[in-house]
């Protein structure tokens, strides 16, 4: 599935619920299922500082392509972090770094990606951007 | 302490006040605004907004320097809401009120200009463990230029500061103590009378970081005996940008000036420049004249509605928030001092600040989350961060049974 597909899906995802607390419910449980990070990339060179929630991310190349994981102290910036790994993750670096990632403002969760220091988000999807970018000079 | 039946005793209407604050008739996110955030800033009552909306319809013009009516009618504007600064402050002198950008202003011009004048290599300052970052990176900032010491006066469990520690801190050595009145973490009172009067024994100036207790005290600095006061006009419901410096005659006198420019000068040449007299020297370049035209409106607004009153039905309010909050299991309240501003940090066994203030924001409960600027003070209790209540007297009991509900949902969602 292309990172747009997989965007698309999630927006549709999102449609089916009618109110806020459905969908931060729905965010919960994603956070409470991303699998954890694997505790030797639980530390502190892998830390996302997003000023209140931590996130630790690990990433690999695979066969060309990206897998990421991921884990936060928070649990609805781990819901957006599993979000995130499912729209990222297995795609190759130049797929990663032309996502433009338009879902998360169709799904209502626009005001998690301002820049009010609260959130690891945007300097996750920097990170996971970042990561890819040096992947791709690797690749060269 | 107060009962909490005698809220409705106290004289405050709180539905006439709520209608000066056109903001919060909001709504968010479809429910009406609960504004639990006044530490970090206040909202602005009618009358505020009104005087700086008066200003640029009809008052602008630059102070100071203009022979025309306009300037001479906002010269003397600003200078009577000096004066009115130095009424509420108790002040000697008007010109012992400095109009600075705000309380972090204030604490570097301090920081700086005392800096420069008296502080030297092997020298000390001492802060508190619970202050501000505001109040203590620029005396590290000074401290590291100067060669100079930093010390820590610790606080206990209760989150009071460890006043008898501060006796074996002092030494000759000592050159300032800089404290906050109240904690914007923990809501605690200190007891900056007897801290100043022992720091004085010692000839230890002090500077008040005042910024949390200004919104709801009445301070008087020549009974605190202060020798350097600071606080913001944004979190005393008056505009932002727009801040305070009380310093002693004495000390402001002797200082060099912070920031040099337009308006500090008495003559200039390339060889030499004359400073001029107080206050002016330390207010460089065009002032926020609207914001301390609003700073006034703000002062004759609580002074109005009276700081005893305020103060008494915040009490009331918090007394209220802190029993309702310690019956919902897993709550660890942060900071329990026995004297308390309207101030209530705390904790949710198990869940993370962030999550917690997300949900309440849903509900339309505006609180603060985080480490709020306190970092040390959050290592001193092994947390990454609170969430934090702080009250004013627009806030209600009603809001705070909202809370409390908003809280409950937010448990069972996130559990």
Known sequence: ??????????????ELFDDWMQKYEHLIDLGKSLPMIDDQHRTDDKLIRGCQSRVWMHSELKDGKIL????????????????????????????????????????????????????????MIKQMKLDALAYKQIQR | MNEVNSISELRIDSEQIRADFPILSRKINGKPLIYFDSGATAQKPQQVIDAVSTYYAQQNANIHRGVHTLSQEITIAYEKARGTVQKHLNAEHSHEII?????????CLVAYSFGKKFVKAGDEIIVSEMDHHSNILPWQQLCE??????????????????????????????KLIAVTHVSNTLGTINPIKEIIQLAHSKNVAVLVDGAQAVPHMNVDVRALDADFYCFSGHKLFAPTGVGVLYGKEKWLKVMPPYQVGGG??????????????????FEAGTPHMEGVIGLEAALNYVNKIGLKNIAAYEHSLLEYATSELKKIAGVKIIGTAKEKASVISFVVEGLHPLDVGTILDQLGIAVRTGHHCTQPLMERYCIQGTIRVSLAFYNTAHEIDELIK??????????
């Open chain 2, 264 to 281: 500090t000068i008495k003559t200039v040449t390339f060889q030499k420049t004359e400073y001029a007299d107080l206050p002016l020297k």
């Open chain 2, 145 to 174: 230029d100067r060669g100079a010491v930093l010390k820590v006066l610790p606080i206990n469990d209760a989150g009071e500061l460890e006043i008898d520690e501060l006796q074996k801190l002092i030494t000759n050595k000592t």
């Open chain 2, 99 to 107: 109009f600075t950008k705000g309380t972090t202003e204030s604490i």
């Open chain 1, 68 to 123: 990421y994981t991921a884990d936060s102290d928070a649990i609805i910036t781990k819901g957006m972090v599993a979000l995130m790994i499912r729209v990222l993750s297995g795609h190759t670096p130049d797929e990663i770094i032309n996502a433009e990632l338009g879902f998360v403002e169709k799904i209502g969760l626009i005001k998690h990606l301002s820049p009010t220091r609260s959130n690891g988000l945007v300097s």
């Open chain 2, 406 to 415: 908003g809280l409950k949902r937010a448990i069972d969602m996130l559990r």
């Open chain 1, 1 to 14: 599935m292309s990172i747009a597909e997989t965007e698309l899906e999630i927006v549709e995802e999102f």
